[in-house]
């Protein structure tokens, strides 16, 4: 199974409590939530077929066939784009003001565009996937994590208390996951430098006009 979104759409959010919820001992940590639940990619490969069932997999991919089973996390498109701008800038030291991010991304310089993207999926993978497609909009995730996760780990196949998804959802709060990432590279001068910068709903309304 695959959890897959639009980059910065609570992907990582997800596969953070889902980690916990498998190991709940350490789940919440980088190093083990990126081990159970790792991303695809050439290097990892070799992880991800050493995964025990049910192996669950992370990934930004368009839709694509060979996928058998997902949950698409979807997210704001505006929301995701004012996170995403800051990723690619303010996180690495780049000082680039938001138009001229945004039209380099309307060129496809980041990317497949965010419409393109939820696009595909919730068309070609809907008719493909049908039940096997489990849409996750981010802000209902937001507003009832507990059970929202609950229907996740019956789509996965997770077995998996109340008590334990709200144990696990405790433990990825935003407030949990910076002091670990302060832990790790330092307290930040800027809450836009995070990998957290809070999920926040709405913020698009700073940047985009019209």
């Known amino acids: 199974s695959y959890i897959v979104s639009f ?13 916990g919820i498998i190991n709940p001992d350490a789940g919440h940590e980088f190093e083990v939530f990126n081990r159970i639940l790792p991303g695809v990619s050439g290097r990892r490969l070799p992880l991800v077929w050493s995964l025990q069932h049910p192996r669950i997999i992370h990934s930004h991919t368009t839709f694509r066939t060979a996928i058998p089973k997902a949950v698409y ?13 800051h990723y690619s800038t303010t996180r690495n030291g780049i000082n680039m003001p938001f138009e001229t991010w945004f039209n380099l991304y ?10 393109d993207h939820v696009e595909g999926w919730l068309t070609r993978g809907t008719e493909k996937l049908g039940g096997a497609l489990m849409v996750l ?8 994590p507990v059970n929202r ?11 998996a208390s109340q008590q334990a998804i709200q144990r696990a959802v405790e433990m990825a709060s935003l407030d949990q996951v910076r002091k670990r990432e302060a832990r790790l590279f330092g307290d930040l001068s800027n809450d836009n430098q995070s990998f957290y910068r809070g999920g926040g709903t709405g913020q698009y309304q700073h940047y985009l006009q019209g």
């Open 149 to 159: 996760v609950q229907q996740v780990t019956d789509f996965l196949g997770l077995r």
């Open 137 to 144: 909009r981010f802000e209902d995730l937001k507003a009832d």
């Open 106 to 115: 309307c060129r496809r310089w980041y990317g497949p565009r965010w419409h």
């Open 7 to 19: 980059p910065r759409s609570g992907s990582t959010w997800l596969r953070t409590i889902l980690a």
């Open 73 to 85: 996390v979807l997210r704001d498109g505006r929301d995701s784009l004012v996170s995403f701008y």
